[in-house]
Nanobody, 127 residues
Framework: QAHMVESGGGLGQTGGSLSLACTPS???????????MGWFRQAPGKEREFVAG????????YYSDSVKGRFTISRVAAENAVYLEMNDLKAEDTGIYYC?????????????????WGQGTQVTVYS
């Protein structure tokens, strides 16, 4: 089944930066104009939480309060790619990061509305 593939995770020092990328697993994964693409993360023992989202049609961006001002989501429509630039990293940013697609842009925060989850990419922030 088609899904998104996340990459770019790794070790990051507190206060440092990391960049993540998310691309479709194959040409069968289509991102439509009314979709919103979201980044989520899951820390050990915690539920998956919304991090950032971007609407495909008009590039509107959403952020959780915990990352606002530090993370930037972007997209390259021609590549069906979504990126997450993470700056000023904090220990609480540690987790597995996932991206997925939601066909309802109005429910951009609702993890249950997303599909096409990949395996995720691990981000570990150390001091």
């Amino acid at each position: 089944q088609a899904h998104m593939v996340e990459s770019g995770g790794g070790l990051g020092q507190t206060g440092g930066s990391l960049s993540l990328a998310c691309t479709p697993s194959g040409p069968s994964f289509v991102i439509y104009a009314n979709d919103v693409m979201g980044w989520f993360r899951q820390a050990p023992g915690k539920e998956r939480e919304f991090v950032a989202g971007i609407t495909w049609r008009n590039n509107k961006k959403y952020y959780s309060d915990s990352v606002k001002g530090r993370f930037t989501i972007s997209r390259v429509a021609a590549e069906n790619a979504v990126y997450l630039e993470m700056n000023d990293l904090k220990a609480e940013d540690t987790g597995i990061y996932y991206c997925a697609r939601n066909s309802d842009a109005y429910t951009w925060r609702d993890v249950s509305k997303y599909a096409g989850w990949g395996q995720g990419t691990q981000v570990t922030v150390y001091s």
